[in-house]
C-alpha cells in the first residue's frame, strides 16, 4: 500500500481526524461525527513530512512504539487518536448490521447497541504500556496515567496485530471486535439471544423450526444432519455448546447427500452460503419468537434440549407467508447476484474491446480480476505482472469499485423486476405499481443488498493492504472466475 496514501480520497483521509460519537440530542439517529482538529492536524503533518509513507501502517507503529529514546509520547497519543477515529465508523456501521439482521418486532435498536461500544469522546491523548496490556492516559502533562476506564477504540487498537503477513484489515477488525464486544454480547442477551454460530443453530434445529422453511431448506439442514451430527455423536467427547466449521470432507459429502435429493450444488462455497443462509433465518427464530434462552444443554447427549416451561408457539398465515416471502427474497438474491457480476464483467470487456486506447488490455481484464480477487494483489502489484505502465492505467482498466457499483445497480434493478412479479402474482400489486409503491420497494431492496453484501464488499475495496475479500460479493466473483477456468 506504500504511495496509496496519497490516493486516498478526501471521505478516506477525513477518517483519519473524524470520530464518531453518541448524539442524544438525535435520538433518532443516535449518533454523529465530530472533526477533531488536534488529529488532523497531526495528520496532515505526517503526510506532509513523510507523503511516500502507509499512513495508516506509520501511525499504527508510531502508536505501539515504546522505546524511551524513540516516539516521544505525545507523539503515540496523537497517532493513537487518527486511529480511534478511524475505528470508530465501523463500530458503528458493525451495531447498524447487527441491527438489521434482527428486523422485526424487537424491543431494541443499534442505538441502543452504540451505547455498549461508541464510548469514545477523543478529548484525551491515550497510550498503550510497553506490554501492550494496559492502557495509559496522558495527562495534562503529557505523563502517562494508568486509564480507570478501557476505551473499546483503544481495546480494538491494543489487540491488532498490524505486523502480521495474516493479519486482516484494520476495517474488518474493528467490525470482528464489535460484533464480539462482551457488553454488546450481554446486552443482546437479555433480549434472548445466544450468541451461537451458524453451525450450532443448524445443528440443534428443533422440528417446529423447520416448519417454518421451505422444502429445500428443510433438505439441506436434513443433508447436514445426516453429514454433521454423525460426526459430532461418534466423537466420544464433545465439547458442549461448540461447533466448529464443517471440514471440507463434510462438505463435499453434504453436497452428494442433496445430490441425491436432486439438489445440485457445485461448490462448498455455495454450499456454506446456502446454509448460512438458513441459519440466518433460524437465528431470527431464536430472539422474537422467545426473550428467553429456548434450551438447555443436555449433559447425557451432549446437545441442547427444549426448555419444558416453554408454551407452544403459534403462527398465523400472514407470519408464514412473510417467511416465505423472505425466503424467495433470500433465494433469488444469490442467483440475481450472479448473473448481475457475470453480465457486468462481460459487459466491461466489451467496453475494452470498442476502445481505441484499451482495447489491447481487454483480454487481460479477467486475469486482472484473477489477480485482485484470487491472488490477493493489489492495483500496483498487478500493473507490471499485465505488462500495464502504471498504477494509474491499472486502475482505470480493473476499476474494481466502478465493476461493484454496476453490479449493485443491475441487483437491485433485477431483483425489484423480479420481486415486483412475485407480488403481482400474490395480488398484491398491480403492473405496473404505484409509483408510491414502487419508489418505498426500491429504497427497501437497495437497504437490503448493501446490508447483505455491497457495503462489506466496497470497505474490503477500500481497505487496501491485507484486505480480506471475504464478502459474499468477492465470493461469487471468484466462483464465476474459477468457472470461467474450468471451461477453457
Known amino acids: 500500500m506504500r504511495g496509496e496514501a496519497v490516493t ?3 471521505a478516506s483521509i477525513s477518517r483519519y481526524w473524524t470520530i464518531w460519537r453518541i448524539n442524544l440530542a438525535n435520538p433518532q439517529v443516535g449518533y454523529k461525527p465530530f472533526d477533531l482538529s488536534l488529529a488532523r492536524d497531526f495528520f496532515q503533518q505526517l503526510v506532509n513530512h513523510r507523503p511516500n509513507d502507509d499512513i495508516q501502517c506509520t501511525l499504527l507503529g508510531d502508536f505501539y512504539a515504546n522505546h524511551p529514546a524513540g516516539v516521544d509520547v505525545v507523539h503515540r497519543g496523537l497517532a493513537g487518536l487518527c486511529l480511534r477515529c478511524y475505528v470508530s465508523y465501523p463500530i458503528v456501521k458493525a451495531c447498524q448490521k447487527i441491527d438489521s439482521l434482527f428486523s422485526g418486532e424487537k424491543s431494541f435498536t ?11 469522546d477523543g478529548n484525551k491523548l491515550v497510550i498503550l504500556d510497553s506490554d501492550r496490556k494496559i492502557q495509559l492516559v496522558l495527562d495534562q502533562r503529557g505523563i502517562p496515567q494508568t486509564a480507570t476506564y478501557k476505551l473499546f477504540t483503544v481495546e480494538i487498537l491494543r489487540k491488532f496485530k498490524h505486523d502480521s503477513q495474516l493479519s486482516m484489515s484494520l476495517d474488518n477488525w474493528a467490525y470482528l471486535q464489535t460484533k464480539q464486544n462482551p457488553e454488546l454480547r450481554k446486552f443482546l442477551s437479555e433480549f434472548g439471544f445466544q450468541s451461537h454460530s451458524d453451525w450450532s ?15 429445500r431448506s428443510r433438505q439441506l439442514i436434513a443433508a447436514f444432519h445426516a453429514v454433521y451430527r ?3 455423536r461418534e466423537k466420544k467427547q464433545i465439547e458442549m455448546g461448540k461447533c466448529p466449521d464443517p471440514t471440507n470432507a463434510q462438505l463435499q459429502e453434504i453436497m452428494s447427500c442433496l445430490q441425491q435429493e436432486d439438489i445440485i450444488i457445485n461448490t462448498t462455497d455455495e454450499l456454506k452460503t446456502e446454509l448460512k443462509q438458513v441459519a440466518s433465518q433460524l437465528r431470527q427464530y431464536d430472539i422474537w419468537s422467545c426473550r428467553e434462552p429456548l434450551e438447555i444443554p443436555d449433559y447425557d447427549t451432549g446437545f441442547y434440549t427444549l426448555r419444558k416451561d416453554l408454551p407452544t408457539v403459534s403462527y398465523d398465515e400472514s407470519n408464514l407467508e412473510q417467511q416465505e416471502f423472505l425466503e424467495f427474497l433470500h433465494q433469488q ?6 448473473e448481475a457480476i457475470a453480465q457486468e464483467i462481460i459487459n466491461t470487456i466489451t467496453k475494452l474491446q470498442n476502445s481505441k486506447s484499451y482495447a489491447p488490455f481487454a483480454q487481460k481484464y479477467l486475469p486482472g480480476l484473477q489477480l485482485y480477487y484470487c491472488d490477493y494483489k493489489s492495483l500496483k502489484e498487478i ?3 499485465l505488462g500495464m505502465t502504471s498504477w494509474d492505467q491499472t486502475r482505470r482498466i480493473l476499476n474494481p469499485g466502478e465493476l461493484l457499483n454496476k453490479v449493485r445497480t443491475l441487483t437491485v434493478q433485477k431483483l425489484l423486476d423480479t420481486i ?9 400489486t398491480k403492473i405496473p405499481p404505484e409509483p408510491e409503491y414502487l419508489k418505498t420497494l426500491a429504497e427497501e431492496i437497495e437497504t437490503f443488498v448493501d446490508v447483505e453484501v455491497f457495503i462489506e464488499a466496497g470497505e474490503e475495496i477500500r481497505a487496501g493492504k491485507n484486505r ?14 474459477e468457472t470461467l477456468l474450468i471451461a477453457s
Not at 110 to 120: A, N, P, T
Open 230 to 232: 454423525r460426526d459430532r
Open 333 to 338: 438474491f444469490q442467483a440475481i447476484l450472479s
Open 201 to 215: 443453530l443448524l445443528n440443534r434445529v428443533r422440528a417446529k423450526q423447520l416448519e417454518r422453511l421451505t422444502e
Open 420 to 428: 415486483l412479479q412475485k407480488a403481482h402474482a400474490k395480488g398484491l
Open 110 to 120: 443499534y442505538q441502543d447497541l452504540l451505547s455498549c461500544v461508541l464510548d469514545d
Open 383 to 385: 500493473a507490471p505482472l
Open 8 to 10: 486516498m480520497n478526501a
Open 468 to 481: 480480506s475479500l471475504n464478502s459474499l460479493y468477492a465470493q461469487k466473483l471468484r466462483c464465476y472466475l
